[in-house]
Nanobody, 126 residues
Framework: QVQLVESGGGSVQAGGSLRLSCGAYGYTPNFICMAWFRQAPGKEREGVASIQRNGVATYADSVKGRFTISRDNGKNTLYLQMNSLKAEDTATYYC????????????????????WGKGTLVTITS
């Protein structure tokens, strides 16, 4: 059984930075994609950033140039460095991972993945 556990959320002022981490525990397959999604109150979940096993990353337009996703395959850990944070970045951030080898569009299309964490809350104050 795979567990994804996020950490690093919290409250920060607009313009500040946060770094989220996501650890994979248990029997961890080779994830072809790992990603961050977020859901703000009253809004639908949206893809934020994803990264393939070879390091190729995809970003939502709203975070390009501000967020950086990275992964350590050896440690099965995913990171999201968030800089120049804005009030609209306030949301619960979820780590997700895809192990199904046929789901090759998961990363580039922020498709639904087969493993999810429980989320970590990020609040940006003005």
């Amino acid at each position: 059984q795979v567990q994804l556990v996020e950490s690093g959320g919290g409250s920060v002022q607009a313009g500040g930075s946060l770094r989220l981490s996501c650890g994979a525990y248990g029997y961890t397959p080779n994830f072809i994609c790992m990603a961050w999604f977020r859901q703000a109150p009253g809004k639908e979940r949206e893809g934020v950033a994803s990264i393939q096993r070879n390091g190729v990353a995809t970003y939502a337009d709203s975070v390009k140039g501000r967020f950086t996703i990275s992964r350590d395959n050896g440690k099965n850990t995913l990171y999201l460095q968030m800089n120049s944070l804005k009030a609209e970045d306030t949301a619960t951030y979820y780590c997700a991972a895809e192990s199904r080898t046929w789901a090759t569009l998961s990363c580039t299309h922020f498709a639904n993945m087969n493993y999810w964490g429980k989320g970590t809350l990020v609040t940006i104050t003005s």
